[in-house]
Structures are given as C-alpha cells and as structure tokens.
C-alpha cells in the first residue's frame, strides 16, 4: 500500500513539472512573436487646448428703440443670435434698454454676427475689449491698402489716357505742318508757272515729257455754302480740317 501512495506521488509531482516546463515554453514563444511584430504607437490625448479670452468671445448689440417694434429681450436675443453659433449668455446693459452683450461659446461666432449687422438700420454689433482695436486696425489697414491699390491704377490709367492724347496732339501738328508746307510748296510752283508764262512764247514749246506736272493745289473742296463762303484756300482747309477731326476729338 506505502509503495502505491508513493509511486502516485511521484506520477504527480512528474505532472506538476511537466506542466510548468511546457508554461513556460509557451511564455518564451509569445514573447519572441511580439518582439518580431511591429510596434505599434502609443496613443496620447492632444493637448488641452488654450481657453479663449471672454472678450473674444462676446459681441455688444446696440439697437434703436424707434425702429424696432417690440423691444428685445434676453431670450429673444439669445434665440437670434442662435443663428451664429451657440450661445452662453445675454445680459442686458444700461438704463436705456437699447443695448446688451452676447458671450458665444466659441469665438469664431462673432465674425459672421458683426458683419451681418453693418448695414442694419435697427441693430448693430460690434466687438469688444481688446479684438475690437484690433478688428479696427486690421479694417483700417485693409482699407489703405485697397485705397492705394486703386489710387495706383486710376494713375496708370491716366498716364495711359494723357500719353494717348499727347501722341494724337503731335501727330495731327505733324499732319498740319506737312499739309500747309504742301500747300506753300504748291504756291510756289504756281508762281513760277505764272512767270514763265510770258517766256512760254518766245521759247520753243516742250513736248509732253518735258511740261509741269499739273498742281494739286488748291485741292478740291465739296460744293457747299460753308466751303463758298471761304476767301481764301487756306480758310478753307481749315474747315475741312474741323469737319474731319470733329467726330475724333468727340470719342
């Protein structure tokens, strides 16, 4: 009987061992497929971000009590400004009843409800504390820029228009100066003809080739009153001058 307890004994402590031989084979072989499987990042929650100024947050209503009908509340206002972005609260101000500051919960809030009341004539809103210097100048400075923008373009258009008429000036003196030295030259031909009339009957007649070319000048003007009341040429040139330039001058 002592030898079967015995041998029993021993069968189970053989178990036992057995048991944390094959543990702790299994432990060994988890642990080398983990160290060979990527590793994978560790998660971290971002970083609390910086809480916003309640002024940035909060827009000043002022209203006229004439041209609205019913005077506004603090709900009602909470519920219009709703149309923004969440509200945190309204509290009234002074002793008029005319004007109230509006806390967003979030400041990107107050940039569509002020520029949606600029052009209101019952209610405006504008912002407050240290973003309204700063709105202001960023405004001023938007402006100045689009001032000078402008102000640069007007004057090249201008240089552009002036140098436009300043080439159209000294092409049409151009013109006129070469008109009247034709107009002198054609003179001048025809009183050199008319002198060498009186020679033309003691020399012998030239032939075809060697005659004047006949003068253009004066030039053939239309046939109208204003064109007959002209005593001289030149008078007329002129006015057929005014008649041409007229409708260019005009554009």
């Given at each position: 009987?002592?030898?079967?307890?015995?041998?029993?004994?021993?069968?189970?402590?053989?178990?036992?061992?057995?048991?944390?031989?094959?543990?702790?084979?299994?432990?060994?072989?988890?642990?080398?497929?983990q160290s060979q499987q990527p590793t994978k990042p560790i998660f971290r929650a971002p970083a609390p971000s910086k809480p916003e100024n309640m002024e940035d947050r909060?827009?000043?209503?002022?209203?006229?009590?004439?041209?609205?009908?019913?005077?506004?509340?603090e709900h009602s206002l909470a519920q219009l400004m709703q149309a923004f972005g969440k509200v945190e609260e309204v509290e009234m101000l002074g002793k008029k009843g005319?004007?109230?500051?509006?806390?967003?919960?979030?400041?990107?809030?107050?940039?569509?409800?002020?520029?949606?009341?600029?052009?209101?004539?019952?209610?405006?809103?504008?912002?407050?504390?240290?973003?309204?210097?700063?709105?202001?100048?960023?405004?001023?400075?938007?402006?100045?820029?689009?001032?000078?923008?402008?102000?640069?373009?007007?004057?090249?258009?201008?240089?552009?228009?002036?140098?436009?008429?300043?080439?159209?000036?000294?092409?049409?003196?151009?013109?006129?100066?070469?008109?009247?030295?034709?107009?002198?030259?054609?003179?001048?031909?025809a009183k050199q003809s008319i002198s060498e009339v009186g020679k033309e009957s003691k020399q012998p007649a030239k032939t075809a080739n060697q005659r004047q070319p006949?003068?253009?000048?004066?030039?053939?003007?239309?046939?109208?009153?204003?064109?007959?009341?002209?005593?001289?040429?030149?008078?007329?040139?002129?006015?057929?001058?005014?008649?041409?330039?007229?409708?260019?001058?005009?554009?």
């Amino acid at each position: 009987m002592r030898s079967d307890k015995l041998s029993q004994k021993k069968q189970k402590a053989a178990k036992v061992e057995e048991l944390k031989r094959q543990g702790k084979e299994m432990r060994e072989n988890y642990a080398d497929r983990q160290s060979q499987q990527p590793t994978k990042p560790i998660f971290r929650a971002p970083a609390p971000s910086k809480p916003e100024n309640m002024e940035d947050r909060q827009v000043r209503l002022k209203w006229s009590r004439k041209k609205m009908k019913i005077s506004p509340s603090e709900h009602s206002l909470a519920q219009l400004m709703q149309a923004f972005g969440k509200v945190e609260e309204v509290e009234m101000l002074g002793k008029k009843g005319n004007a109230a500051l509006v806390t967003f919960i979030s400041g990107k809030s107050c940039a569509p409800c002020v520029e949606a009341y600029l052009e209101s004539n019952e209610m405006r809103a504008s912002y407050v504390g240290g973003r309204k210097e700063t709105e202001e100048r960023k405004k001023k400075h938007e402006e100045e820029e689009s001032n000078n923008i402008s102000s640069t373009t007007s004057q090249k258009d201008d240089s552009m228009g002036q140098e436009s008429v300043k080439d159209y000036q000294l092409r049409r003196a151009a013109e006129r100066e070469h008109l009247l030295r034709q107009m002198e030259q054609d003179e001048d031909d025809a009183k050199q003809s008319i002198s060498e009339v009186g020679k033309e009957s003691k020399q012998p007649a030239k032939t075809a080739n060697q005659r004047q070319p006949p003068s253009s000048f004066p030039p053939d003007f239309p046939s109208t009153d204003e064109f007959k009341a002209c005593k001289t040429p030149f008078e007329k040139l002129n006015l057929a001058e005014s008649q041409i330039l007229k409708p260019l001058l005009s554009g």
